[in-house]
T-cell receptor
Framework: DQQVKQNSPSLSVQEGRISILNCDYT??????FLWYKKYPAEGPTFLIS?????DKNEDGRFTVFLNKSAKHLSLHIVPSQPGDSAVYFC???????????????FGQGTILTVHP | GAVVSQHPSWVICKSGTSVKIECRSL??????MFWYRQFPKQSLMLMAT?????????EQGVEKDKFLINHASLTLSTLTVTSAHPEDSSFYIC?????????????FGPGTRLTVL
């Protein structure tokens, strides 16, 4: 059962344009969401996160939007740069405590390619 | 800040041998560390949650006797793959969450590539 889904395996964008990466989840207990960037043979790098009490969080070129009713979140990168080319994973956690606290459930990842 | 290291970065071993992978949080303390594995072109799959001073919590389908986890201190967790077989070949990644950081942010190590011949 894939509780976090990234339905687009890849995305290609021109430099300077906006990149929009999407993520859907099914578990209503998830209340904290994160985006990670990953290069091959390296560990993921934290990008940005959002709590379920918010619907938007912005950090420089990166903005994450959360639509709780639709159980959907998206990462916007604008303007996109060639150095942004990597695999992007969304992840979710339930911070309510108990054995699930701190555990991250990852999506399958989306390969972003930004062309010069 | 929030740097996590792993050692070794890659290892090749013969089938039947055991391999130990270390995960260290270099500039923060972490009560909990996590171990993931990633197969090519797939997502990160949580294997177990490593708790300092207590037994690890394993995810369903992960053999606790095969993947031994020891969380010796607030900055070190080790994963030992016992009697490794070729199907254990994978990319193993650890993560840690700083004690003082709210929101379940985890910082990941660079990963260890294990190849079992």
């Amino acid at each position: 059962d894939q509780q976090v889904k990234q339905n687009s395996p890849s995305l290609s964008v021109q430099e300077g344009r906006i990149s929009i990466l999407n993520c859907d989840y099914t578990n209503s207990m998830f209340d904290y969401f994160l985006w990670y960037k990953k290069y091959p043979a390296e560990g993921p790098t934290f990008l940005i996160s959002i709590s379920s009490i918010k619907d938007k969080n912005e950090d420089g070129r990166f903005t994450v939007f959360l639509n709780k009713s639709a159980k959907h979140l998206s990462l916007h990168i604008v303007p996109s740069q060639p150095g942004d080319s990597a695999v992007y994973f969304c992840a979710a956690s339930a911070s309510a405590g108990g054995t699930s606290y701190g555990k991250l459930t990852f999506g399958q990842g989306t390969i972003l390619t930004v062309h010069p | 800040g929030a740097v996590v290291s792993q050692h070794p970065s890659w290892v090749i071993c013969k089938s039947g041998t055991s391999v130990k992978i270390e995960c260290r949080s270099l500039d923060f303390q972490a009560t909990t560390m996590f171990w993931y594995r990633q197969f090519p072109k797939q997502s990160l799959m949580l294997m177990a949650t490593s708790n300092e001073g207590s037994k690890a919590t394993y995810e369903q389908g992960v053999e606790k006797d095969k993947f031994l986890i020891n969380h010796a201190s607030l900055t070190l967790s080790t994963l030992t793959v016992t009697s490794a077989h070729p199907e254990d070949s994978s990319f193993y990644i650890c993560s840690a969450s700083p004690l003082e950081r709210a929101g379940n942010e985890q910082f990941f190590g660079p990963g260890t590539r294990l190849t079992v011949l």
